[in-house]
Each structure stands twice: as C-alpha cells, then as structure tokens.
C-alpha cells in the first residue's frame, strides 16, 4: 500500500520525513507555492527548519495526484476535518483514511472517526494519536503512538505500514477510547498550564493532572470506552506529555491565561473548542467533570482564574 500525507503543517511534514525514509511517499499542501517552495529547498522552511525532507518525499499541491495513494493520512486541524472530507470526498471514495487530529467538533461533540463515518461511509477509518512532537518525530526521537482501528485485520495492516525504526506503533481496536483519550487530554493540559502560569506550584499540577485524568475516564467510559484504552498512549500517555511541556499549545494556552496574558489567535488549539464540546456534553449527559466546566468558563470568559480555581478547591470533601 502506499502512502500520501494531506497537511503540510509541522506534524503533517514530521510524519513525511519518517515514513519516506521507508518508502516513496506523498506529502499534500493546500498551498501551491508553498509546496512548490519545499520541493526546492527540500524542507518545511516555515515549520520545520532544518529538518530536510528525504528524497523519496514528494510534494504537491495536486489532489488527484495526492489521494491515487491507497493509504491517506488526514493532519488537518479538528475543527476543519468535517469540511475537508466534503471537500474532497469523492476523491477518498475506497481509499483508507487514517486521522491524525485530535478533538470533539464544537458544534456536535463527535470526534474524528465519528465524522469520517458520517462523511465518508464509503471509506475505511483510523485514528493515529498519541504522546507526540513533530519535532521529535521529524529528529528521529524515539515515539511510541496508538493506531486505533475497529477492522482489526486493517490494523495489522497499518501497524506494518506506518511503524518506523523510530515510531512504534500499537494497536487498538478501541477508536471510542483512543478518540476521547487525544481529545480530552488537551482540556487538561489547558487546566494545568493555567495552574503554572498563575504560580499555584508544581504539587498543584500533579494534583490537577491526576483528577483531569479521573474525568477523562468518567467521560470516556460512559461512552463505550474500554478502560485499559485510557491508561495508555493514547489516554495517559499522552496527557502526561500535554501537560508538562511548554512545547504543547495547550499548555502554551493556560500558561497565558495563568499569567493574564494574550495569545495568539492563529495559533491552533485543539482543546480550546474540545473544552466547550466536553463541557455540554457532560452537562447533556449529568456528568460532573469539574476541571472540564472551569476550562470552558475560563475560555468563554465566565471565570477569571481566582474564580475558577475557587470553585475547584470549595468542592466537597470525598473519597478518591
């Protein structure tokens, strides 16, 4: 099978970089002159500098040249996924999807195989998430990830496909479990970073973490879930990561917020949008999931921090 990655962002390019240093492969950007521009200088100058693309990557901005691999890697931002499936759907009509975003859709709560399913039905799904830098993965770092596929035959398939001698991949058939764990270890790492950037101390992190990752459980195992999926790389695994490297954007997020500074707009952050969708979602289904609510209200501007960390510590008293 071959393989084509559609998004020229740092982890899109990161994923180009380690698969074509195993075989020809494909690497997508919307932008016509910016892919000419990386053909050339043979690196992502804006993402990833320094990091040359091997020779087996090609990049393109063709479509139809992009989607004639069998194997197609979506690193598209969450909140645009929905629209880039209707996009080009007929051009992924029978081809293998694999996800490589992490979230809850704002406006419906689901996560990414749920949209694939719903937008692409003539299509087969996976989820690849994880602990997870581009720039280790473009280095070469070791990087352990979880490829999520209910088609457990097609898994085995990917797994071959997609492992590296540096990216080791391990499979689940739990895509439920492996979905939420990417998605909802972003809100966390949001609560913590705004924990750091307000001088609450490290004890306080470790604290937050560690009842983030009792909500992301509760949530998660209401909705089918299986519970070893959360306490892997995929859950807990990736929630450690998130949240305590200020190379995350989500972290980068609540350390602005902790600190009272802004942030910049363009930036993505796939748990400001996972938060608010987290947040009804719990309230839809009489969840409680404390830190969830005060990230939302902290993002909507209904909570300041001294607000937010009060309602926390006020709760009542209980049994781990």
Not at 208 to 237: K, W
Not at 248 to 275: M, W
Request: aromatic share 4%; charged share 20%; hydrophobic share 45%.
């Amino acid at each position: 099978m071959t393989v084509a990655v559609l998004g020229s962002g740092a982890f899109g390019t990161a994923l180009a970089i380690t698969l074509g240093q195993k075989a020809p492969t494909l690497l997508w950007s919307r932008d016509p002159h910016q892919a000419a521009e990386m053909q050339k200088a043979g690196e992502n100058a804006r993402r990833l500098p320094g990091r040359p693309l091997p020779g087996a990557v090609t990049v393109t901005a063709d479509m139809a040249l992009a989607s004639s691999a069998d194997v197609l890697l979506l690193t598209v931002p969450m909140q645009q996924l929905r629209q880039f499936l209707k996009e080009h759907r007929a051009a992924f009509k029978n081809k293998v999807l694999v996800a490589c975003c992490k979230g809850m859709e704002l406006e419906t709560g689901l996560g990414p195989i749920d949209i694939m399913v719903q937008v692409s039905p003539e299509t087969s799904h996976a989820l690849l998430t994880g602990p997870s830098f581009a720039s280790d993965i473009a280095a070469g770092l070791p990087t352990g990830l979880t490829l999520a596929c209910a088609d457990d035959a097609l898994g085995r398939r990917l797994q071959a496909l997609l492992s590296t001698p540096a990216l080791r991949l391990y499979r689940s058939q739990d895509v439920i479990g492996a979905s939420l764990g990417g998605a909802l270890k972003n809100v966390i790492a949001i609560a913590c970073g705004t924990v750091m950037g307000a001088g609450l101390g490290e004890s306080a992190r470790a604290a937050l973490l560690t009842r983030g990752f009792a909500e992301m459980q509760r949530l998660a195992l209401h909705r089918g879930a299986l519970p070893d999926t959360l306490a892997g790389l995929s859950g807990f695994g990736d929630l450690v990561l998130t949240c305590t490297s200020a190379q995350s954007r989500n972290y980068r997020l609540g350390l602005s917020i902790g600190r009272g500074e802004g942030f910049d707009a363009s930036v993505t952050v796939e748990g400001a949008a996972t938060a608010q969708a987290a947040n009804a979602l719990a309230q839809e289904l009489a969840l409680d999931l404390p830190i969830t609510s005060a990230v939302a209200g902290l993002l909507e501007k209904r909570l300041d921090v001294t607000e937010a960390m009060t309602s926390l510590l006020s709760r009542a008293l209980k049994e781990e």
